[in-house]
């Protein structure tokens, strides 16, 4: 499907996010006003904006991001290996200057460095970029798309590929695992969940866990794209990349 990318030049990523406050009541009043009116637009007629508060988490303006997984295949003898690793933690900023320094670091030594999430160019992309403006952190070249032209950004978006110029189309990473013979990343939670694991539970670790699943799935799934063979488990590392 892409012949002129090296495996070896993309780093494969995902994020998880939640709201900014652990409940709609917690929200300072003048944020709860804009919430307010951001959820008229989203809410159904017998919906309330308390009600929906728990899918905050989806916009930039009003959710954090608690994990970034990223991960690259490695190719080796005829075979591949995958290693991932994850920025994550109570701390956003903290969380985003770890990923901002490793992606300014990978990239000065790999120029032709590419991004791919699946619906990262509607979703994670721009979500990274925009929080970190919000916290005062430089946005990575690679991410910061402002006056370029659209051959000279390096993202990839396996749900875009899937599209084949079909611009209706949506078709979730689980349904797209399924179907092409991939191990789902949804056996234990889902986005869904994200934010009572992370509020209720104070499960952390096992948010990471399903992010740096769903991180594997988009690498396994652009290998099936381009007509390779999935990466065996024995040949996933959590490791520094």
Known sequence: ??????????LFLDIETVPQYPEYNQMPEEFKKLWDRKAKTLAKPDETPEAIYERAGIYAEFGKIICISVGIIVPSNGNYTFRV????GDSEI????????MVNGFSAKKPNLNLCAHNGKEFDFPYIARRMLVNGIKIPDILNVAGKKPWEVKFLDTMELWK??????YTSLNLLSYIFGIPSPKDDIDGSEVAKCYYELNDLNRIVIYCEKDVLTVAQLFLRYNGFPIISPENVS???V
């Open 1 to 10: 499907m892409l012949t002129d990318v090296k495996l070896d030049e993309i």
């Open 94 to 101: 903290d969380l985003l200057k770890g990923f901002a320094e």
């Open 85 to 88: 690793k994850s920025y994550y």
């Open 164 to 169: 084949f110029g079909d611009f209706k189309h």
């Open 238 to 240: 959590r490791s520094e």
